[in-house]
């Protein structure tokens, strides 16, 4: 007796390995020559930006910059408010052992902090600490039966699955 299935296809993501990560970004800006001396630090804050995410067997290797904003107070005769704009590239690799080069990965980044310190009046060093929260999924296409025509002579057991999409 031949039976008629009907077949369907799902693509499954599964959750592999995550991982949470520290890490500290540090960088020199030069005050361009049109900007006055650096007399103190109002304030530092900026954003994460990633550029590139390559997965290799057992390690991740990604590669961002900080875009950062620093408003300071000029060393001239009206201590007026100045601020400057930079970008300071990180490159770091983070080993996960379960992770394969076929898999995808999802980065979520978050800037804690950002301090600013003055070498001198021309000179500013930023440290940046990220926090970067790894998830590596592994995707799978699964084959299940939809549903089978001509069962008159046949019991089915039948089972429900909940899914999240």
């Given at each position: 007796?031949?039976?008629?299935?009907?077949?369907?296809?799902?693509?499954?993501?599964?959750?592999?390995?995550?991982?949470?990560?520290?890490?500290?970004v540090?960088?020199?800006e030069?005050?361009?020559d049109?900007?006055p001396d650096?007399?103190?630090?109002?304030?530092?804050?900026?954003?994460v930006?990633?550029h590139?995410?390559e997965?290799?067997?057992?390690?991740?290797?990604?590669?961002?910059?900080?875009n950062?904003?620093v408003?300071?107070?000029?060393?001239?005769?009206?201590?007026?408010?100045?601020?400057?704009?930079?970008?300071?590239?990180?490159s770091?690799?983070?080993?996960?052992?379960e992770?394969?080069?076929?898999m995808?990965?999802?980065?979520?980044?978050e800037?804690?902090?950002i301090?600013c310190?003055?070498?001198?009046?021309?000179?500013?060093?930023?440290?940046?600490?990220?926090?970067?929260?790894?998830?590596?999924?592994?995707?799978?296409?699964?084959?299940?039966?939809?549903?089978?025509?001509?069962?008159?002579d046949?019991?089915?057991?039948?089972?429900?699955?909940?899914?999240?999409?």
């Amino acid at each position: 007796m031949a039976i008629k299935l009907s077949k369907n296809n799902l693509c499954i993501n599964q959750i592999v390995g995550q991982k949470n990560e520290k890490i500290t970004v540090e960088g020199d800006e030069i005050v361009p020559d049109v900007k006055p001396d650096v007399l103190s630090i109002v304030s530092a804050n900026g954003n994460v930006c990633m550029h590139k995410k390559e997965i290799q067997d057992g390690k991740v290797k990604l590669d961002g910059s900080i875009n950062a904003y620093v408003i300071y107070i000029a060393d001239d005769e009206k201590s007026s408010m100045r601020a400057i704009n930079t970008s300071i590239d990180f490159s770091k690799t983070i080993e996960m052992k379960e992770i394969k080069t076929n898999m995808q990965l999802e980065c979520k980044t978050e800037l804690t902090n950002i301090e600013c310190r003055i070498l001198n009046g021309r000179k500013i060093s930023l440290k940046s600490n990220l926090q970067l929260m790894l998830t590596a999924y592994s995707k799978e296409n699964i084959e299940y039966v939809d549903s089978i025509e001509d069962r008159s002579d046949m019991q089915l057991l039948n089972e429900k699955i909940t899914i999240n999409s």
